[in-house]
């Protein structure tokens, strides 16, 4: 939540000055205090569906104690789900109808599991783009993460994603190259986010088409990035929302495929992770299991308990910084009347007139 510059104190200047957020008074006793009713279209495949709901839930709630957030969870047709996640999507989803009549002030898009070559040829591809089309005329902003990034800035600027050689996989090292801009103040200039993907866009095709770049990694590309407008869609193409353990899930659900005779080599773990005492115990389960297979022994049960203490969560407190930018700003522009994107006044071309 912004200071209110109560007094002349020059301090409120040189922060203003500084690109820190500053109500004037006046400003202050006439902003319409409601909640925010934020829409999360959830995407994700069945195992990880609750889980993905939980983690971006807990970032928007943990992200700013003050304000009240109404969280809107949907979905859309084109994603293959078993009984039991369409029961839950049933009974505790709301319907993209009822939320296109009441109203959205922001939208978080989660990632996805993608089948074909080519993302255009997914089933949920023409609805996500219907979900798209409508947010953008009518939510202040939309938050894109991982697979919904590369779907937005190839239907927005036909960039198509590349597949990388292998697959981007671990806890890298990122910097803000941009730190006036609103979503990256105040936040530690160098941080930790994890990457899951086997594909990329690149800094300089972004860059082309006017996208401005905030956050980088030498070794894995672009974290984040905002539409040319500065402030409408925010991409993400790392999972800041993961949890300290999802990727010892996908890591283990990689040895399984390994273990069931799915894929040949044994695959490597995410990098970054692991310390030295949790790569050792893997290091020590690869021998067991190839020595149980080669002498068609029983194979040993996968040690993720014995690793988990070893686990650190080294990007959270960053996502939650970047997460409450977002809203704050989202917050200070949208309508009073959550059906409209911006109060009287807002440049929908330049939002935060930047
Ligand atoms: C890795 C798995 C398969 C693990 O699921 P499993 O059901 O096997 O897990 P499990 O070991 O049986 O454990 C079940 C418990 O763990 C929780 N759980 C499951 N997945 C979790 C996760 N990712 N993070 C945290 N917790 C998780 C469950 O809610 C459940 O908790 P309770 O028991 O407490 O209820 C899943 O998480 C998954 O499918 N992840 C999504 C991977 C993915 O498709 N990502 C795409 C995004 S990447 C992208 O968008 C770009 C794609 C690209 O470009 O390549
Ligand atoms: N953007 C509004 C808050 C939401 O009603 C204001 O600043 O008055």
Known sequence: MPLVAHTQLPTFQRLK???????NPDRATHQHIRELHIGFLNIMPDAALEATERQFFRLVGACNQIAQFHVHPFTIKGLPRSE???????????????????????????GANVTHEHLQEEDFWQPLTEVFEWAKQNVTSILCSCLATHALIQFCYGIERTRLPTKRWGVYSHKVI???????????????????????????DLQQHSVKVLVTSSEAGVHLAVSP????????QGHPEYD????????????????????????????????SEAQAIFHAYAKQVQAAQKNQLPIPS????????????TWRDTA??????????VYQITNQDRRLPFMPGVNPDNPLDL
């Open 17 to 23: 000055e500084e690109g820190e957020d500053i109500l």
């Open 84 to 110: 039991t996640a369409q029961a839950h999507i049933s009974q505790y989803y709301e319907t993209f109808e009822q939320l296109k009549q009441d109203g959205l002030d922001a939208l978080i898009i989660s």
């Open 302 to 313: 996968f040690p993720d308990q014995e690793v988990e203490p070893f686990l650190d969560n």
């Open 229 to 236: 407008d500065g402030f409408r869609i925010v991409f993400f």
């Open 320 to 329: 939650k910084a970047v997460f409450n930018n977002w809203l704050g700003k």
């Open 178 to 204: 941009d730190r006036k801009h609103p979503l990256t103040a105040e936040i530690n200039t160098r941080f930790d986010v994890p990457h899951s993907r086997f594909n990329e866009v690149f800094q300089e």
């Open 244 to 275: 300290d353990i999802s990727l010892l899930k996908e890591y283990k659900r990689e040895v399984m495929r390994f273990i069931n005779l799915e894929i040949d080599e044994y695959p490597p773990v995410p990098v970054h992770y692991f310390n």
